[in-house]
């Protein structure tokens, strides 16, 4: 006479973005209660009730005939909900319902409202239209039954009638409590199941995050999150886009690594890649490779913040570095690494090919093109602390940035000679009021940005420097 609660076979997690980290598929059995089984046991119930009624003379004879149909309606709207077209239909089992709604307060109307039975069937049906649509389908439930009781009494002209037989009511609530306490038990079981399977979930959830944070170590992390959130598909796939590249290696590396120990240099290499790293994705930079001691970086892909800015990001990157590789290497030389390493960088502008390269089972993402060889070029044509960039480059960012003309070079690609020109620096921090100042020498090193320096942190400034300032005077006298 209903259906019983959702049928829930499994619980299956899978999204299709990648960048929140929620990867998982994962499959959780969970104890059925099929509509077909609890259709079967409601209205089996119910034929109970009314052969016993019968027998006690309770309901009239003509009723026997339906325990027939109690026991063949169950079949029938299985067959009508998955094997008809009826299957495609939204929705079918709370429409199913709604049709063992109209049955069950048919079948109240015809016995005359007898107390204990019509209360059993209302019971079953209205705990099974909870169970199933919540609220709202109990209010619809409740409408439809109420209706299918009256106009069945208004036309057959049953008498009301609120005594029972005290084994018909017995057997009404022995029914009625085995069909809810089944029911209930099945929907604890399904419960249980589906807090164990978001439990399960969440916990494949975080171990994919982890998995992935550490797979974004491989990738730069603008990459990883247009890939990771479902911005780009992971194919291969290229196109043309104007980005700024960015080359630098270290002059005197070379000599170092033949003076020290392979696990220093290498602890000393990846000192020197991670801090340029961060000064990389301070600017926005897409971090593309490491090679030997060399680093490129380009600018405009997977975002830009359009050819200008990003060519000036880059150049203000290529700036920084360059200061801060004096404070690295004022600490190097604090651990006994006497050989002078500097840093010499080249910047190209111009169009590019970025994307997938490589096989359908090992890509890379990185640029191609006569720019990026142009990029390298310059590079190892920077004298030491030197940073060269194409005309290109310059015409971007000369009203920001101080440059001085360096002449010529050809290069393979180009057909005619490349001018190229050398960056001084911020045009904001040349002549007196520069906001920027710097002094190396053995044994010291500063590096100031007066605009960066907070109201406290100038203070902490000024006392350390005073203190360097007296020590110097008291070995100056000592002397």
């Keep these: 006479m209903m259906s019983a609660p ?4 499994s619980v299956t997690g899978n999204t299709g973005k990648l960048g929140q980290g929620d990867i998982y598929d994962h499959t959780v059995a969970i104890p059925p209660m099929p509509d077909y089984n609890g259709r079967i046991l409601a209205y089996t119930a119910t034929a109970g009730i009314i052969v016993t009624g019968v027998l006690q003379g309770v309901f009239p004879q003509l009723l026997l005939w339906m325990v027939a149909g109690a026991l063949v309606w169950p079949h029938l709207a299985h067959v009508l909900t998955r094997r008809t077209f009826l299957r495609r239909s939204p929705r079918i089992r709370q429409k199913m319902l709604f049709l063992d709604c109209i049955i069950g307060g048919s079948f109240i109307g015809m016995i005359g409202l007898i107390a204990i039975p019509s209360v059993s ?15 709202r389908q109990w209010l619809f439930g409740t409408v439809l039954l109420s ?3 009256a106009a069945t009494v208004a036309a057959t002209g049953t008498a009301a009638s609120l005594e029972a037989p005290l084994l018909t009511s017995i057997v009404a609530i022995l029914a009625t409590g085995t069909y809810i306490c089944v029911t209930a038990y099945y929907s604890h079981q399904q419960a249980r199941a589906l807090l164990l399977a978001k439990t399960q979930i969440q916990n494949q959830r975080e171990q994919s995050i982890a998995l992935s944070h550490k797979l974004s170590k491989y990738l730069s992390p603008q990459v990883w999150q247009s890939i990771f959130t479902g911005e780009r598909d992971v194919r291969l796939e290229t196109q043309r886009k104007k980005l700024a590249v960015f080359f630098s290696d270290i002059k005197g590396f070379t000599e170092l690594s033949e003076e020290m120990e392979p696990e220093a240099l290498t602890e000393l290499l990846n000192h020197y890649f991670n801090e340029m790293s961060e000064v990389a994705l301070k600017y926005g930079g897409t971090i ?4 030997g001691d060399s680093i490129m970086v380009f600018f405009g892909d997977p975002t830009s913040r359009g050819q200008k800015e990003d060519a000036f990001s880059c150049v203000s990157m290529a700036i920084e570095m360059r200061k801060h590789m004096k404070i690295m290497r004022q600490k190097w030389r604090s651990q006994g690494i006497k050989t002078p390493l500097e840093i010499r960088m080249g910047i190209s502008t111009g169009y590019t090919t970025v994307g997938n390269f490589g096989a359908e089972n090992r890509m890379d993402y990185t640029i191609i093109g006569k720019e990026v060889n142009l990029a390298s070029r310059l590079e190892s044509l920077a004298e030491p602390g030197e940073i060269l960039v194409s005309y290109e480059t310059f ?7 101080m440059c001085r003309d360096k002449g010529e070079i050809t290069v393979k690609g180009f057909g005619k000679p490349v001018p190229i020109y050398e960056v001084v620096d911020f045009r904001r921090d040349m002549g007196p009021h520069r906001s920027f100042l710097e002094h190396e020498h053995s044994g010291f090193a500063m590096y100031l940005d007066s605009d960066k320096v907070t109201e406290r942190e100038r203070k902490a400034i000024l006392s350390a420097l005073e203190d360097a300032a007296d020590r110097l005077r008291q070995e100056d006298d000592t002397e």
Excluded: Y
């Excluded at 593309?288 to 090679?291: E, I, P, Y």
């Design 6 to 9: 959702a049928e829930l076979r």
């Design 121 to 135: 069937v209302v019971l079953m049906l209205m705990f099974s239209c909870l169970i199933v649509g919540g609220v």
């Design 395 to 401: 015409s971007l960012i000369k009203d920001r940035i």
């Design 147 to 149: 209706a299918a009781m």
């Design 288 to 291: 593309d490779k490491f090679v």
